[in-house]
């Protein structure tokens, strides 16, 4: 009997009720009484950026694609731009994810909402190609090529069309990150080390299940879909599109080689497959390697005592062809095309600010507080992450080799035709070379409509 596939819709609701409870959850005082601390620091050392700040009050309203935690880490960047620009009032209203698009579209055909939203990457891009989002390369090209030159390169491919226009920049990152357990593959394993490649993860793996562990590994962020092949896929050279999103290039031979080691994690290991699988067996020691996202990092540093040098968070090993790849989210930051001229003037300065050491400290220690995360796209700032030393290495590294989603026109709706052919294979047991040529097709067309 063919087993049911996961819909998008049942995949977003386990991921968000299983991200949320990650947020909500308190804090230890170590990190509330160093978050008090720098944030006296910060009101003295705010850089002085020359921006125009306007001469009568004026109010930027932002609407924040999130929860509560994301709303207030940017109220504490906009207190802090309001020291230098004393006349300017940041407001920030969260909107759910499930929100963001239907009540964005509302406001760019009413004219009338937020002056600055953030949102899903490439939201950034389909907003803007409806007419809804400044370009800031056009209006503000100074501005653009300061960020841009302090964005990774992959993230900042992702949040530009072909065609080069500039409709958001990446506020925050969430980065696809590799778990284990040292303390097993030390004693299980014999290992000091994490595994450096593909082939010695999965002789890891096999040596891990010979010993007793049935699903010695959990892919939690990207279970059976996109973003669970998508590391694979682009370390070993493949791609969904060509770089100008003209075609297809997803039926290859490396989208098949990467397809065949991320469904044995399944079919060989027996990874779980409900929808948002639990990190239970990895705490309690059952499974030993764990693909999620950063946001477990704050969680076992301040809530899992009995785990402390006992795991570590890690970059992606390196596929047959050398090279590493993980996959990195996130949300852009963009102004509307209805603000008004000096609120798109004065949101552009903000926006520069947001990537300033003073404002991303802020967002890290606010975050940090609410046992959260905030990642800037930008490799200088890493030392600012109040996490331990080699955590913030692991993070670092990670950062060095994403990438964000594809750019091209149809993504959002064509990727469950790879969500599709991934289910088909580790659930139904499809044929992978023919799920291949299906997904591609889906893709294709998709492109072309």
Not at 23 to 39: N, R
């Amino acid at each position: 009997m063919k087993r049911a596939l996961l819909t998008r819709r049942q995949f977003v609701r386990s991921v968000a009720l299983s991200v949320g409870s990650v947020i909500a959850a308190g804090c230890a005082p170590k990190v509330v009484e160093k978050v008090v601390k720098e944030t006296v620091v910060q009101q003295q050392e705010v850089e002085k950026l020359v921006t125009p700040s306007p001469a009568s009050p004026l109010t930027i309203k932002v609407w924040t694609t999130g929860g509560d935690v994301e709303a207030q880490m940017m109220l504490q960047a906009g207190d802090l731009f309001r020291l230098s620009n004393p006349n300017v009032t940041i407001q920030a209203e969260p909107i759910s994810w499930n929100d963001s698009a239907s009540k964005t579209l509302a406001a760019v055909a009413a004219r009338e909402g937020p002056d600055v939203i953030t949102c899903g990457m490439g939201w950034g891009i389909e907003l803007g190609r409806q007419g809804g989002m400044v370009d800031l390369k056009e209006s503000y090209p100074d501005i653009t090529l300061e960020i841009k030159e302090r964005t990774i390169p992959g993230i900042w491919n992702a949040i530009v069309p072909p065609s080069g226009e500039v409709y958001a920049v990446e506020w925050q990152s969430t980065l696809q990150m590799m778990y284990y357990r040292t303390d097993l593959l030390k004693e299980l394993c014999g290992r000091e080390t994490p595994p450096d490649t593909w082939d010695d993860l999965t002789a890891v793996l096999a040596q891990l299940q010979a010993v007793g562990k049935t699903s010695p590994i959990i892919v939690q962020w990207g279970n059976l879909n996109w973003m669970g092949l998508f590391m694979f896929l682009y370390a070993q050279g493949g791609r969904f599109y060509d770089e100008q999103c003209s075609g297809v290039v997803f039926d290859s031979a490396e989208t098949r080689t990467a397809m065949k080691y991320f469904t044995d994690f399944y079919l060989k290991f027996s990874a779980p497959t409900d929808g948002w699988p639990d990190a239970v067996p990895f705490v309690m020691g059952d499974a030993a390697v764990m693909v999620t996202g950063n946001w477990m990092i704050p969680e076992w540093e301040l809530t899992k005592p009995e785990l402390a040098e006992k795991w570590m968070a890690s970059s992606f090993p390196k596929a047959p062809s050398g090279t590493r790849a993980t996959f990195t989210g996130g949300t852009v930051v963009g102004i509307m095309s209805y603000a008004k001229p000096e609120v798109r003037d004065t949101a552009a300065h903000f926006i520069r600010f947001l990537y300033t050491p003073e404002a991303v400290r802020a967002e890290m220690n606010y975050a940090a507080a609410q046992k959260s995360m905030f990642i800037p796209p930008s490799p200088e700032f890493m030392d600012l992450m109040p996490v331990s030393e080699v955590n913030k290495q692991a993070i670092r590294s990670t950062l060095a080799d994403a990438f964000g989603p594809p750019n091209c026109k149809g993504w959002d709706q064509s990727s469950q035709h790879v969500d599709r052919a991934i289910q088909e294979v580790v659930l139904n047991g499809a044929d992978l070379d023919q799920a291949v040529k299906d997904a591609a097709a889906g893709l294709q067309a998709g492109l072309g409509a």
